[in-house]
């Protein structure tokens, strides 16, 4: 789903566009929440972009080569491109599409506008010494498609005792011996280290830059770039026997998306992506292999890979393979899809592993959804309806308690903005925009405008008029800061309100923008809509 016109509307189109990219998954199986999880983060940081007025791209996809989809599509009875083909339409496009996901583009690695630029791409390495043929024996992870270092494995227990296993799969790995082409990988170290230390935060979080320094540090080995015991892969053009390794394959899809080869004016104005989201379990592709592939052929580096941490589910990482995947239906059917969107940034520091239970997000979304956020907009409609006829009145005896508000939400914009927009920092920047929905309940309870209304002078119509267009101009203004992360729900708010042009149509909806006050025009028609957030029927049965 692209973004719409009205949320592009006064970007720069000359300037380089603000490119994020989720990884590309893998369609061995249908989506589970920690892929929903990454895929959500990265379309809330591309809309708070463009509701910053910015040239946006935003790339997902699907890896669809390697021996693991080549597996799966065996055990299923079809061929690989035909077990491809179902998984992105049947499952990965319509959850996308479910979740309100504002992709740009979709890549899928079977497509030809990326197998033709990957041959090229490899060709060129080749053809400048980058790449040579050898040998490898080592073990060997079909579920990560990598080849693992012994000391990265662990012991198996019970019935795989005495076997070595993959420590995010948990399953024995296998013990290959193939002839390869491999990459010259071990020459790059000294220039990965001074490209980390002239660009501190290109790899998020601390701890995660410390690992892959430490890692780089120890040294590095050639990479194997192709498999010759299977032939579901790009061809190497050179040696139709082998097959690219698929994750050479996969990172190029940040490249061949956006035009390398075939629309320069496209690749020139968007690449190197600004932000890679990406799993913990596969940081060292992107902030090691990835990078050395673009010093090898003379490109520029990302900005920035930021790596999230583990969904976990009774303390295992979420997976297919440790039987603790999750639908995100199962959770959208119940609480909503913008609750979905919310309550994972909001309740996980982005970055940090993550515990998921049903009671959390129950509680988090009664109190701070339903009671603090729900509550106050319908409260304030009610009463500019009460009291008003449904037309907003305009605030002529403002005082300090306004004030307090107007400061309140200059701070939550500054800080929700520097969080969001430039740190990463989801739940940090949803949490300072709820700190303002608080503010206001308390604005309100102090103020106590139905006491206020029981006077009838003018200095009390007066008073009680600014007390309610000051709850509304606030509403307004946390309706553009939460429309990144809810759209559906501040799009209602918005209506309810009475505001005239579509949410995020004008340069004046920007979100640093939004605590500029008194965008909401006195007179507006405000309504009591239907219930942001109704209230939750009971756990449906496992």
């Known amino acids: 789903m692209a973004a719409t016109g009205s949320e592009k509307q006064g970007a720069d189109e000359n300037a380089k566009a603000f490119y994020v990219s989720t990884p590309i998954y893998y369609v061995n199986d249908a989506p589970h929440l920690g892929h929903a999880y990454t895929t959500v983060a990265g379309d809330v940081l591309t809309r708070w972009h463009r509701q910053r007025g910015e040239k946006v791209w935003y790339l997902t996809g699907t890896d669809e080569h390697g021996q693991k989809i080549m597996r799966t599509a065996e055990a299923n009875d079809v061929t690989p491109q035909e077990w491809c083909d179902k998984l992105v339409t049947e499952a990965w496009k319509p959850l996308w599409e479910h979740l309100n996901i504002a992709n740009d583009d979709f890549i899928r690695t079977t497509e030809k506008r990326h197998t033709d630029r990957v041959q090229e791409f490899v060709q060129d390495l080749y053809d400048k ?4 043929k050898g040998g490898y024996e080592g073990p060997y992870c079909v579920g990560c498609e990598e080849y693992k270092l012994p000391g990265d494995l662990i012991d198996g227990e019970g019935a795989l005792e005495g076997q070595k296993l ?37 790899i998020q979080p601390e701890s995660a830059r410390n690992e892959v320094v430490n890692f780089v540090k120890q040294g590095l080995q050639d990479l194997s770039i192709s498999r010759s015991t299977f032939d579901w892969g790009v061809k190497v053009p050179w040696d139709d026997k082998h097959v690219i390794y698929v994750w050479v394959d996969a990172l190029l899809n940040y490249a061949t998306a956006v035009g ?46 930021a790596a999230n941490g583990w969904l976990m589910v009774g303390g295992e990482k979420m997976s297919k393979s440790n039987l603790t995947g999750i639908k995100p239906q199962d959770l959208t059917s119940h609480f909503g899809v913008d609750a979905y969107r ?51 009145p305009a605030a002529t005896a403002s005082g300090d308690a306004e004030q307090a508000v107007k400061d309140g ?10 969080a969001i927009g430039e740190e990463l920092d989801f739940q940090s920047g949803i949490l300072s925009i709820f700190a303002f ?14 006491k206020v209304a029981k006077d009838d002078s003018a200095e009390g119509r007066a008073r009680l008029a600014t007390i309610l267009y000051t709850a509304a101009e606030s509403l307004r203004a946390v309706a553009v800061l939460l429309n990144p992360v809810m759209p559906e729900t501040s799009q209602k708010l918005w209506d309810s309100l009475g505001a005239e042009a579509p949410l995020g149509a004008l340069a004046d909806q920007r979100v640093q923008d939004a605590g500029t006050w008194g965008r909401l025009p006195a007179g507006s028609t405000v309504t009591k809509g239907a219930v942001l957030f109704p209230r939750l029927e009971e756990k449906p049965a496992a």
Request: glycine residues 8%; contains cysteine; proline residues 5%.
């Open 342 to 392: 919310w309550y994972f940034l909001r309740a996980i520091a982005f970055g940090s592993d993550g515990s998921f239970s049903w009671e959390d997000f129950s509680a988090r979304y009664t109190s701070e959804l339903a009671n603090d956020y729900g509550n106050l907009a319908s409260r304030v409609a009610a009463m500019v309806g009460k009291y008003f006829g449904g037309e907003l």
């Open 166 to 202: 993959c420590p995010i799969h948990k399953k024995p790995v296998e013990l290959l011996k193939e002839e390869n082409y491999f990459f010259k990988l071990s020459e790059y170290g000294d220039r990965l280290l001074a490209l980390y230390e002239a660009n501190p935060g290109f």
């Open 260 to 305: 390398y080869g075939a629309d320069e004016e496209k690749f020139a104005s968007t690449f190197p992506a600004d932000v890679h989201l990406v799993g913990k379990d596969i940081l060292r592709f992107h902030a090691v292999i990835w990078p050395a592939m673009l010093l090898a052929q003379g490109l520029p580096a990302p900005g920035k890979v």
């Open 409 to 418: 939400l200059a701070k939550a914009v500054a800080d929700a903005d520097r």
């Open 437 to 450: 929905v608080k503010q206001v309940n308390g604005y309100i309870t102090e103020q106590e405008p139905w």
């Open 129 to 132: 010494g980058e790449i040579y």
